[in-house]
């Protein structure tokens, strides 16, 4: 894997000790999931050194659950119908999480905005995949929002998540180039693949304890890291 930021650049596959212990996750999808898929196959390759304990959805349709019980992973429901409100809600979620005790919570197409009560429980072991180069683009609608733009490069980013919607530190991106025949379509599909890479390696930095995010400053190898690291375009 080769991660790069202007200043410097790394190589070389990283060998997880096998005195680390595996980093205890719970996901968040609200449908397709095919993100959690990736995560899942990258643990069963070895490539993620995670133990993936729970998938939790707000949705009971949604695909990814299915494709995670029959890994034998549990799932868990948390109906937002079921609940008065956002914090009523949340605070389910919670309920929901912690007995699993992970050390890190994973949203993968989890498509809730969460309370400030939420993101506090969790600061600093959350994170989010989004599919545009933050600070571009966030919300929703971001491949017809970047082709809109005239964007050259498009990507997704992985950061921690605090109370600014798709506003926490980014810490790894991927980036695509934009082609002129392409629509919002096209480009998702394009990026959903490289998203598969993205994420999983992003959650391997955790597991290695390379990136931190300590005191609100990111950190990678124990330095400040100013700008998110790039994962390079498979060549
Ligand atoms: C992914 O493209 C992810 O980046 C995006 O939802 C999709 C989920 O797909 N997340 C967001 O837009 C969050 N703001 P998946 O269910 O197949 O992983």
Not at 47 to 69: D, F, M, T
Not at 155 to 182: C, K
């Amino acid at each position: 894997m080769f991660y790069s930021v202007p200043w410097r650049r790394y190589e070389g596959i990283y060998e997880t000790p096998s005195t680390m212990s595996p980093l205890s996750i719970v996901v968040l999808i609200s449908g397709r999931g095919s993100n959690l898929q990736s995560l899942i196959q990258a643990q069963q390759q070895g490539a993620l050194n995670s133990a993936l304990k729970a998938v939790i959805s707000n949705r009971p349709e949604a695909a990814g659950l299915q494709y995670a019980s029959a890994q034998q992973i549990d799932t868990v429901v948390v109906e937002p119908a079921r609940f008065e409100g956002r914090e009523a809600y949340d605070q389910a979620l919670i309920e929901a999480i912690d007995p699993y005790q992970p050390q890190l919570v994973v949203l993968a197409g989890f498509m809730r905005i969460l309370t400030p009560t939420f993101v506090h429980h969790y600061a600093g072991r959350l994170v989010n995949i989004h599919p545009s180069l933050l600070p571009r683009f966030k919300g929703l609608h971001t491949h017809q929002r970047a082709l809109d733009a005239g964007v050259e490069v498009h990507g997704a980013s992985v950061h921690y998540v605090t109370e600014e919607l798709d506003g926490g530190p980014v810490f790894l991106q991927v980036e695509i180039p934009v082609f002129r025949e392409d629509h919002a379509d096209t480009l998702a599909e394009r990026l959903l693949q490289q998203e598969h890479r993205l994420y999983p390696a992003a959650i391997q930095l955790i597991a290695e304890g390379r990136i931190q995010w300590v005191d609100d400053n990111l950190q990678f190898d124990h330095t400040p890291l100013d700008q998110p690291l790039l994962l390079d375009a498979p060549h």
